[in-house]
Structures are given as structure tokens and as C-alpha cells.
């Protein structure tokens, strides 16, 4: 009897530990022990043990993950950015944002920013959005600063950016939470794709990937595409 028992814990103690959970800020993001390394864990869409380090969002040394803590994956940004550019266009927020941009208050909005129908929270602040050109508004950055004002019937650019962090009605959004730009003619129409900004981070003091719910889809079906590319029989 006893040595049955023995039997029975043994088994039970050789059942495998999947060492996979869930960023408590972005449940679709899976944290996975890195069995190479006993301090880092990797961040990942996919569920696979161990990942393809190709596909995964990065590593930490710290869970929550910080700035600090945090490594990119250069492979997975290439991949968010093809996935930015091919789709981008047809994201819900882009979409809204340019249609306000043509309005007659577009003239308001700037040169870009984020559009969302709900009531933006107060973030009053160490940090204050400029204009034009991205942060301080000091007229510099890239596709930020080449539609001038815009809106109100005219043409210009509008800014693809993380929902992690919106900006106020009016503004643009900080650089790092810019993930590409667009054209726009006068009537709200995107032209052509979104160009990525170079200038996104992954992870801020923010939160990490606020992407909206369509971009973030896309997203993972890219990854399982390339995933099913590097395992064929599987």
C-alpha cells in the first residue's frame, strides 16, 4: 500500500509544469519562463514552450515588466511594422481620426494625433504635447510635422498611435506612442499606406502594445503565420 502511494506521488511530481501566465496589464501578452536564463522571462503572443525567440515581443528580467527591464526584439518590430503597413489603413481609430481631420473643426486637430469617441482622461502633468512635430512642439519629427495644421477641407497627415496612451482632444500623441502616419486628402480619404514612425516604443512607463483590437489580430496572425513557416510538420 504504501509503496503504491509512493508510485502515485511520483507520477504526479513528473507532470510537467507549463511555466506560461498572463501580463496582469495586457492578458493577450503570455509571459514564459526562458529556460536558458532562470532571471528572464519572454513576452509573447503566442502560447508555444519554449517560443521562437524570432517571434517573441522581447524579454524582462522583472514582472512586471519596466523600461529598465525590458529588451525588444528587433525581429518582432520588422513584423509589427509589415503588419502596420499592410493593414494600418483600415484601423477603426485611423479611420474616425481622418474623417474628423477633414471636418470643419478639423482645422483643430492639429496635425494629428488619436482619435477616440470616449472622454479622454485628465493627465495634467510633468509632460506637455506640443503642436506640431511631435513632443514640445518644437516643429521637428517626421510625417508629424509635413501636414502643417490641416483639416477644415484641407489635406495633411494623421497619426496611427497606441491606445495605451491617448492623447487629449486636440493633441498629439508623445513619439513613442506613434506607431506610423498617413496621408489625408480634404475629404477624409487615406491615401496609400501607413508609413512606420521609427520612432515607436513597445513598452513605456505607460503600459505595453495598446494596439486596437483589429491591428492586434492582424498581428497575431502574422506571427502564427511565420510560426507555422518555421515548424511545417508540426
Same mark, same amino acid.
Given at each position: 500500500?504504501?509503496?503504491?502511494?509512493?508510485?502515485?506521488?511520483?507520477r504526479?511530481r513528473?507532470?510537467?509544469f507549463?511555466?506560461?501566465?498572463?501580463?496582469?496589464?495586457?492578458?493577450k501578452?503570455?509571459?514564459?519562463?526562458?529556460?536558458?536564463?532562470?532571471?528572464?522571462?519572454?513576452?509573447?503572443?503566442?502560447?508555444?514552450?519554449?517560443?521562437?525567440?524570432?517571434?517573441?515581443?522581447?524579454?524582462?528580467s522583472?514582472?512586471?515588466?519596466?523600461?529598465?527591464?525590458?529588451?525588444?526584439?528587433?525581429?518582432?518590430?520588422?513584423?509589427?511594422?509589415?503588419v502596420i503597413?499592410?493593414?494600418?489603413?483600415?484601423?477603426?481609430?485611423?479611420?474616425?481620426?481622418?474623417? !474628423?481631420? $477633414?471636418?470643419? @473643426?478639423?482645422?483643430?486637430? %492639429?496635425? =494629428? /494625433?488619436?482619435?477616440?469617441?470616449q472622454? #479622454?482622461? &485628465?493627465?495634467?502633468?510633468?509632460?506637455?504635447?506640443?503642436a506640431?512635430?511631435?513632443?514640445?512642439?518644437?516643429?521637428?519629427?517626421? !510625417?508629424? $510635422?509635413?501636414? @502643417?495644421?490641416?483639416?477644415? %477641407?484641407? =489635406? /495633411?497627415?494623421?497619426?496611427?498611435?497606441? #491606445?495605451? &496612451?491617448?492623447?487629449?482632444?486636440?493633441?498629439?500623441?508623445?513619439?513613442?506612442?506613434?506607431?506610423?502616419?498617413?496621408?489625408?486628402?480634404?475629404?477624409?480619404?487615406?491615401?496609400?499606406?501607413?508609413?512606420?514612425? =521609427?520612432?515607436?516604443?513597445?513598452?513605456?512607463?505607460?503600459?505595453?502594445?495598446?494596439?486596437?483590437?483589429?491591428?492586434?489580430?492582424?498581428?497575431?496572425?502574422?506571427?502564427?503565420?511565420?510560426?507555422a513557416?518555421?515548424?511545417?510538420?508540426?
Amino acid at each position: 500500500m504504501i509503496g503504491s502511494t509512493f508510485r502515485n506521488v511520483a507520477r504526479q511530481r513528473a507532470v510537467p509544469f507549463r511555466a506560461i501566465s498572463s501580463l496582469a496589464s495586457n492578458p493577450k501578452i503570455k509571459v514564459v519562463k526562458n529556460p536558458k536564463s532562470p532571471f528572464t522571462n519572454y513576452l509573447s503572443y503566442l502560447e508555444k514552450e519554449p517560443p521562437d525567440e524570432r517571434l517573441v515581443i522581447g524579454t524582462t528580467s522583472e514582472l512586471p515588466p519596466t523600461p529598465q527591464s525590458f529588451t525588444e526584439n528587433k525581429d518582432f518590430v520588422k513584423i509589427l511594422n509589415e503588419v502596420i503597413t499592410e493593414y494600418g489603413h483600415e484601423d477603426e481609430d485611423l479611420v474616425n481620426q481622418a474623417r !474628423a481631420f $477633414a471636418s470643419p @473643426g478639423g482645422f483643430n486637430l %492639429g496635425s =494629428g /494625433g488619436a482619435f477616440f469617441s470616449q472622454k #479622454r482622461p &485628465n493627465r495634467g502633468g510633468s509632460r506637455k504635447q506640443g503642436a506640431g512635430g511631435g513632443a514640445g512642439g518644437d516643429g521637428a519629427g517626421g !510625417a508629424s $510635422a509635413q501636414g @502643417g495644421a490641416g483639416g477644415g %477641407g484641407r =489635406g /495633411g497627415y494623421v497619426h496611427l498611435s497606441d #491606445r495605451r &496612451n491617448p492623447p487629449d482632444f486636440g493633441r498629439i500623441a508623445w513619439p513613442e506612442d506613434i506607431l506610423g502616419s498617413v496621408e489625408v486628402d480634404g475629404a477624409g480619404t487615406i491615401i496609400g499606406k501607413v508609413q512606420p514612425s =521609427g520612432t515607436y516604443r513597445i513598452l513605456t512607463n505607460e503600459g505595453i502594445l495598446g494596439l486596437s483590437p483589429f491591428l492586434q489580430t492582424k498581428l497575431v496572425e502574422r506571427l502564427k503565420q511565420e510560426e507555422a513557416k518555421q515548424n511545417p510538420t508540426s
